[in-house]
């Protein structure tokens, strides 16, 4: 679900190229949308600011028209019997008429459960001990969790899984200006999980053909590199500059 901020920014556009102050520019628009998916992500924030966050909250849905789709497209072209099930499923998940298993979990009526995260890790990737430098197989497993610290937690499991010395690289915690050592103490800067940058301690496992780390959040601008350096069989780690 897009933020309320982007609904409201598209309102002054038109305004501006319309020279009109009405809502939109007095022009109609088109806007598709489902209020059963996530709610805005806002970084560092609480629930309520989330909320606070949907259309629903701007001053922009006053002058909206709602129109509720009825017809599910995709299973009626196709006349997929399976495929109308499991959009009911979903739309019962969505309206919240499945069954509850306590005060706090339902149970879907699809897929499969597990009962805790090892189970979970020998179900996605069996045998990983033996299987992990075969790429074809890694290629085809995934773990997504939606937390980091969740998904960090996990990768040291499956890490220690696997046969191999751990080497471990940490990052710069230095200030470079002495009087920002209060404000931003050592232990603050190693708590910090920025979405594009690895962990404070990154742990790898070497082998000939493959450096083993689930890593989750890359950036495609900021990576860093890890390189083996044959004649001293060590490794090089580098953050290469971006033009």
């Given at each position: 679900?897009?933020?309320?901020?982007?609904?409201?920014?598209?309102?002054?556009?038109p305004?501006?190229l319309?020279?009109?102050?009405?809502?939109?520019?007095?022009a109609?628009?088109?806007?598709?949308?489902?209020?059963r998916?996530?709610?805005?992500?806002?970084?560092?924030?609480?629930r309520?600011?989330?909320?606070?966050?949907?259309?629903?909250?701007?001053?922009v849905?006053?002058?909206?028209?709602?129109r509720?789709?009825?017809?599910?497209?995709r299973?009626h072209?196709?006349?997929?019997?399976?495929?109308?099930?499991?959009?009911?499923?979903?739309?019962?998940?969505?309206?919240?008429?499945?069954?509850?298993?306590?005060?706090?979990?339902?149970?879907?009526?699809?897929?499969?459960?597990?009962p805790?995260?090892?189970e979970?890790?020998?179900?996605?990737?069996?045998?990983?001990?033996?299987?992990?430098?075969?790429?074809?197989?890694?290629?085809?497993?995934?773990?997504?969790?939606?937390?980091?610290?969740?998904?960090?937690?996990?990768?040291k499991?499956?890490?220690?899984?696997?046969?191999?010395?751990?080497?471990?690289?940490?990052?710069?915690?230095?200030?470079?200006?002495?009087?920002?050592?209060?404000k931003?103490?050592?232990?603050?800067?190693?708590?910090?999980?920025p979405?594009?940058?690895?962990?404070?301690?990154?742990?790898?496992?070497?082998f000939p053909?493959?450096?083993?780390?689930?890593?989750?959040?890359?950036?495609?601008k900021?990576?860093l590199?890890?390189e083996?350096?044959?004649?001293?069989?060590?490794?090089?780690?580098?953050?290469?500059s971006?033009?």
């Amino acid at each position: 679900m897009s933020n309320k901020a982007m609904f409201e920014a598209l309102d002054r556009t038109p305004q501006d190229l319309r020279h009109n102050t009405r809502i939109m520019g007095g022009a109609t628009f088109l806007m598709a949308g489902d209020f059963r998916q996530t709610l805005p992500v806002v970084r560092a924030s609480t629930r309520a600011n989330e909320v606070n966050a949907r259309i629903k909250h701007s001053y922009v849905w006053h002058s909206v028209i709602s129109r509720h789709l009825q017809t599910n497209m995709r299973v009626h072209l196709r006349g997929d019997v399976e495929s109308e099930a499991f959009a009911k499923q979903l739309l019962d998940l969505g309206d919240g008429v499945l069954p509850f298993v306590d005060d706090e979990h339902i149970r879907l009526p699809f897929g499969n459960f597990v009962p805790n995260v090892e189970e979970l890790i020998r179900a996605v990737l069996p045998d990983v001990e033996t299987n992990f430098q075969d790429l074809d197989w890694l290629r085809a497993r995934a773990i997504l969790w939606p937390h980091n610290t969740t998904a960090d937690a996990t990768n040291k499991q499956v890490l220690d899984m696997i046969p191999g010395e751990i080497v471990s690289f940490m990052s710069i915690d230095t200030n470079k200006d002495e009087n920002d050592a209060v404000k931003y103490p050592p232990e603050l800067l190693n708590k910090l999980t920025p979405p594009e940058l690895p962990p404070h301690l990154l742990c790898l496992k070497c082998f000939p053909n493959i450096l083993w780390n689930l890593m989750r959040n890359s950036s495609e601008k900021t990576h860093l590199l890890i390189e083996r350096e044959h004649s001293c069989n060590c490794l090089i780690n580098t953050i290469p500059s971006v033009s």
